[in-house]
């Protein structure tokens, strides 16, 4: 994770969430709740969510965790945090494709299952920036899905 700089880190995150809110927006136009701007500013949300969002939540993590004492700065916390959404790139890529190909509703099929796949990349950084603490990785990795997922419930809520 040192070897790759957190601003290109960030980028996998970032791309990973607009992909993500972007097929939610897709399928809410296409059930009639919002019309193409929406969906815009929804995959904007997206971005803002996957890049600024994922590095507050690993600089939280990091601090919580007392990761500066095990000699992880906070750069390799974003770096690993955003890095451990590459799968969670994968699903959206894919989700994006099955939408618009086939016409598909594919934000909880492709999108959530994506995000619940990064929580064990999650769990394992915390895990190492923890000084291989079990329980308070599994507890904070939680915490952090569940942010994520309820912080895309309320921001589809509000473009919606």
């Known amino acids: 994770m040192s070897r790759v700089p957190w601003p290109f880190s960030i980028l996998v995150s970032g791309l990973s969430f607009a992909l993500f809110f972007l ?33 507050l939540l690993a600089v939280l993590v990091w601090a919580l965790s007392q990761a500066g004492e095990r000699g992880y700065n906070i750069g390799w916390a974003i770096s690993a945090f955003a890095l451990g959404y590459s799968a969670t790139l994968v699903y959206a890529l894919t989700g994006i494709l099955f939408s618009v190909a086939l016409g598909w509703k594919t934000a909880v099929a492709f ?50």
Request: charge should be positive.
């Open 111 to 160: 999108g959530v299952t994506g995000v619940l796949w990064a929580l064990r990349p999650t769990l394992f950084t915390i895990k190492q920036m923890s000084g291989d603490r079990t329980a308070f990785s599994v507890a904070m990795s939680t915490l952090c899905g569940a942010i994520l997922l309820l912080g895309w419930s309320l921001l589809g809520r509000l473009a919606g």
């Open 23 to 55: 097929q939610t927006g897709l399928d809410m136009l296409r059930s009639g709740q919002i019309e193409m701007v929406s969906v815009v500013f929804i995959t904007l949300l997206g971005l803002l969510y996957g890049t600024a969002g994922i590095a």
